[in-house]
């Protein structure tokens, strides 16, 4: 998704074509499971012991002034409290073992304000390990003593990252963020993962929900069945509430409660991981189910998730079992800048009960049949996705089929007009099957397309199933997309160019362009940007992400071609897709890929088109 204005928007700017896929890496011996020593790793935590080994970005920020107190002992950590603009940060380096299991951050905030607003964050606290952000607080957090906070940080076991506080105010009104007892405990005996088997694998989701009158608010249960792939033991998983983001820790828009099939732990990564530890530990081949009851509540505004007026949209709502592979538990931070999801191919089986009077556009194929009075039940059954998102509101609704046979429905919201609606089905059919001659057939019955002029982001893509601006660009490549994620999946915060790149270079093809004048202007920003940075990088340099991945990812796509030859590459991403179809690709397995398509040797290739991996 996102560039600036998203994907939709990079895609008018740079066209794209496709490819990614799947292919384990090279399996390696596992080595012995490290000892892990029970130890409290936060140096100088209670802030009695002088400053060391913390930094301040300005002297005094560990105080026992007068003014605040201490939760232990008499010193402590105030940050901000100035009433001008001003930034504060307290950090230090630690270092979690690698044979711990189990890390567990906390630590006592108190926060008090001058401003006094009830909706506007003006003031912010974030708290960050690595480049991760856990949360963030705000005058909004105001308190009348501390309280603690705790996170899970165990995947960051084996690694030495910062933890880092920096506190931000505006230019008047102060807000004091004070910490004290800082801790980070680590226990628990693991064996890291003994070879690079994705897991836990086949995962099939049954989900029941009923919304309120507008679509906003869906209440319900879910469950997930799972396989453990891994020979290493599965005695715990974690789902990926993804849309916390979008709220606060205190007021979350998903909340899982009521767990069943395993016991729920804390809530980390800013309430966007839920643990969840098994009654035993799955052996390789074993299944278990988990079971919870789900609340979500939309927010406003015309998001990926979001309502817009009547119209909702509900995207990575339901919650996801995150992957565990070679490197570990991936537990990436949301992005809003592009995409952080991870997602191993699943089944999805959704029944939506709702008003009537809305129509409700999901992944799959949708079956409507009549609820209680003046209800309707939706239910969408879809095979082999990564997600599942839909959208409720009273949209107009016209259908089509392409010419190679595949249903496509256009949803608009009011205000978009018939001529437009028309030209994006026409659209729509058009790219579908133009994706499906390059890189094969459409796999998902039906193809759902929403359309809504006031998304911000231009557009988004979920398996059978986009938001879209009236756009012709943006539509062929959100739809493009079914193929570079969906069907050839990856893993979209580490490597976002194997979907965005090889989309515009998707989009180009379809539309006919060559990338012909695709250098012109060219200009790197340092020697560290390069089109395989993860979104860690891109999030700390936004201005350069849909330029280095949608423009020079794109680029590097055609140059490629004309190294190969026309036929040699299109050959090269039609296999690749057919290799990797439901899989999951990587950078090292896409240029291991080209390589055995030339007798040229490629390395200088990747090299000068800075793609490492």
Known sequence: MRATPHKALAASAFAIAALVATALPATSAAAAPAACTPAQVVANGGLESGTSPWTQSQTGLITNRTGQSAHGGTYFAWLNGVGSTHTDTLSQSVTIPSGCSTASLTFWLHVDTAETTTSTKYDKLTAKIGTTTLATYSNLDKNTGYVQKSFDVSAFAGQTVSLAFTGTEDSSLKTNFVLDDIALNTSGDTTPPGDSTRTPAAPAYTVSLSSNAAGTVWTGHQSASFTNASATPLGEVYLRLWDNYHGT?????????????????????????????????????????????????VPSGADRFGYDGAFSFIGNALPVLAVRDGAGWHLDPYTNNGESFYSLASDFSVALDHPSSLLVPATGASV?????????????????????????????????????????????VSGISASDSQSMLTTAKSAVDAHSARFGAYPYGELDAVIDNNFWF??????GFVLD??????????????????????????????????????????????????????????????????????????????TVIYGYGKCALHDLRRVLGDTAMAKLLKDYATSHWYGVSTTADFKAAAQAATTTDLTSFWTTHRIDG
């Open 249 to 297: 820790c205190a007021a979350m828009p998903i909340v899982v409660s009521n767990v069943t099939g395993g016991t729920a732990g804390a809530l980390s990564v800013n309430c966007t991981a839920l643990k969840i530890d098994l009654p035993a530990p799955l052996t390789q081949g074993q299944s278990a189910t988990i079971g919870f009851d789900l609340g979500i509540t």
């Open 368 to 412: 409507d049949t009549p609820g209680t009075s003046g209800r309707t039940v939706t239910t969408a059954t879809a095979s082999k996705v990564r997600d599942f998102a839909w959208a409720a509101g009273p949209f107009s609704k016209i259908s089509g089929t392409s010419a190679a046979g595949t249903p496509v429905n256009v949803y608009s």
């Open 458 to 463: 231009g557009g988004m893509e979920y398996p």
């Open 469 to 546: 601006l009236v756009s012709t660009t943006a539509l062929t490549h959100e739809i493009a997309h079914q193929w570079w994620y969906g069907i050839v999946g990856d893993d979209q915060y580490n490597n976002p160019w194997l979907d965005e790149a090889f989309t515009d270079y998707a989009t180009d093809l379809a539309q006919n362009k060559t990338g012909a004048s695709c250098w012109n202007s060219v200009s790197w920003a340092s020697s560290a940007e390069k089109i395989s940075n993860s979104m860690a990088y891109w999030d700390t340099h936004s201005s350069r992400y849909s």
